[in-house]
C-alpha cells in the first residue's frame, strides 16, 4: 500500500488536495494524517520510493504469453523450445502451445502436409499436377505434361505419368482431356494375287487369281496366333514352307523342310492356317479347309 499526503490539509485548508475519486465509490476524502493510500489488487501492486508511486504487474516471465485468470490476476503460458508452434484454445482451461511446429511464412498454391512427427511444411504445387505418393507414403506433385498421359502405379517406385501403348490392330489418339481407342483394322488386309509367286505375310488374306496358279511362301517366322488366308478363284495354290517349318492338317504333318508343301486340288479350294509354334521353325496349322488339299 501507498499513500498520498496532502501538505496542510488538516480539514480542508492549504490549497492541498482534498478529494480523489476513483471508477467507483464516489469522492474519496483524506484520512486523520491527511493521507491518501493506493493500494494495488490481484497481479497488480504499487511501488513508492520517494515522490513516486510506480504501477506493475507481478508474475511476469520472459517470452511469456499473459492469460486471464480471475476477474483481477493474470498468468502466464512460458514459450515453448518449439519455434514454429502455435497457441491453441483449450476449452474451459488455459491455451497451450501445440506440439506440431509450422512454418512461418508459405508461398502461393502450397499445400500443408506432415513430413514427420509434429513437423508441418509446404509442398510446391505445380501446373496441371496431380497428388501422387510413394511407396513410404510421401506426397509429391506429378506433372501430366502432354495429352493423354495418366498417372500409372508401378509396385518399383513412384506412380508416373504416362501415355497408353496401342497393341495390334489398335489406335490411340490423345487429346485435350480425352483418350480415343479404336480398332486400326476392320480384319484382314486382302491382295488379289495373279503372279506365280507370292510371299505370305500374317494377318494377310490372299487370293489366287491366275490361271496357272500361284506358289505361296510361309513368312520367314511367326508368332502364336499369327494368321493368313488363302481363298481359290483360278488356278491352284501350293504353299510351301521355310526350311526347318512345317504344315499341320489334322492328325498328319507335312514334310519337314523346303520340300514339304500343302497343294489344293480344285481352283476353288480355300484355307485358313494359324502359327502355333513361333520361331524361324514355326508350326503352322489348318485351323479351316474348304474342298481338299494334299500335303507333298
Known amino acids: 500500500m501507498s499513500q498520498i499526503t496532502i501538505p496542510g490539509s488538516g480539514g480542508g485548508g ?12 464516489g469522492a474519496e476524502s483524506p484520512n486523520g494524517a491527511s493521507n491518501f493510500n493506493v493500494v494495488g489488487t490481484g497481479s497488480i501492486t504499487i511501488a513508492g520510493s520517494a515522490n513516486t508511486e510506480t504501477v506493475q504487474l507481478t ?14 490476476t493474470i498468468t502466464n503460458i512460458a514459450a ?12 474451459g482451461a488455459d491455451p497451450s502451445y501445440s506440439t506440431a511446429t509450422y512454418p512461418s511464412t508459405t508461398t502461393i498454391n502450397q499445400i500443408l502436409y506432415s513430413s514427420s512427427a509434429n513437423t508441418v511444411q509446404g509442398l510446391a ?9 510413394n511407396s513410404s507414403g510421401v506426397p509429391a506433385i506429378t506433372t501430366i505434361a502432354t495429352n493423354g498421359q495418366i498417372i500409372i502405379g508401378s509396385t518399383a517406385g513412384s506412380p508416373a505419368a504416362a501415355t497408353l501403348t496401342a497393341g495390334s490392330n489398335i ?3 490423345n487429346a485435350s482431356n480425352s483418350i480415343t481407342i479404336s480398332a486400326s483394322s476392320g ?28 506358289t505361296y511362301t510361309l513368312p520367314a ?15 491352284l495354290a501350293t504353299i510351301t514352307p521355310n526350311a526347318g517349318q512345317e504344315i499341320v492338317m489334322g492328325a498328319s504333318n507335312g514334310t519337314v523342310g523346303a520340300t514339304g508343301t500343302a497343294v489344293s486340288t480344285l ?20 485351323a479351316s479347309m474348304m474342298g481338299t488339299w494334299t500335303l507333298n
Not at 492549504?14 to 465509490?25: C, F, H, L
Not at 508474475?59 to 480471475?70: E, I, Y
Not at 481352283?267 to 489348318?286: K, L, M, P, Q, T
Open 59 to 72: 508474475g511476469l516471465t520472459n517470452h511469456a504469453v499473459l492469460v486471464g485468470a480471475g476477474t483481477a
Open 14 to 25: 492549504g490549497g492541498g488536495i482534498s478529494t480523489i475519486t476513483g471508477n467507483t465509490g
Open 267 to 286: 481352283s476353288g479350294d480355300c484355307i485358313e492356317i494359324v502359327c502355333i509354334v513361333a520361331g524361324a521353325s514355326a508350326v503352322w496349322r489348318a
Open 187 to 214: 480384319g484382314l488386309t486382302w491382295t488379289d494375287v495373279t503372279g506365280a509367286t507370292q510371299t505370305l505375310v500374317a494377318q494377310n488374306g490372299y487370293v489366287t487369281d491366275r490361271g496357272g496358279g500361284v
Open 125 to 133: 504445387t505445380a501446373n496441371g499436377g496431380v497428388l501422387t505418393t
Open 221 to 235: 517366322s511367326g508368332t502364336v496366333g499369327d494368321l493368313i488366308k488363302i481363298v481359290g478363284r483360278t488356278g
Open 80 to 91: 515453448t523450445a518449439n519455434t514454429g508452434a502455435i497457441l491453441q484454445n483449450n476449452s
Open 171 to 173: 489406335t490411340i489418339t
